[in-house]
């Protein structure tokens, strides 16, 4: 079974998200509690790069947008990798984000440019 990986400061964490395109986001764990149940993060703009076609192009990490927020850290026994949930910061409500994985450091998929 492959083993969590540590979750502490400087850690990219990413998402996927989207209905009929897939969009990409990403934050950096500054702060993870005493008790590891949470971790403060900050978002990351996305940079996208190398166009593959009408729409679609590659995503990853870039600079931080300087908004800080909270994730909980939601894990299980039978679990290989850590799920990590909150609220978009940058909305004015309690929009549930979905759940964000520690990114792989490939870039991802997105289909389109905005």
């Known amino acids: 079974m492959e083993t ?3 979750l502490k400061p400087g850690t990219i964490l990413s998402t996927s998200w989207g209905y009929s395109m897939t969009i990409n986001n ?3 764990i500054i702060e993870v509690s005493k008790t590891g149940k949470t971790v403060k993060c900050e978002m990351l703009n996305t940079t996208k790069f190398n166009d593959t076609g ?3 192009c590659k ?3 870039s600079t931080s947008t300087g908004a800080i927020f909270r994730l909980c ?3 299980s026994p039978t679990d290989t990798h850590h799920s990590l949930v909150g609220t978009y910061p940058f909305c004015n409500s309690s929009t549930r984000m979905g759940y964000f994985q520690v990114w792989d450091g490939k870039p991802d998929y997105e289909n389109h440019w905005d």
């Open 4 to 6: 969590r990986q540590e």
């Open 73 to 75: 850290v939601r894990t």
């Open 54 to 56: 009408p729409g679609g």
């Open 59 to 61: 995503a990853k990490p």
């Open 26 to 28: 990403y934050c950096r």
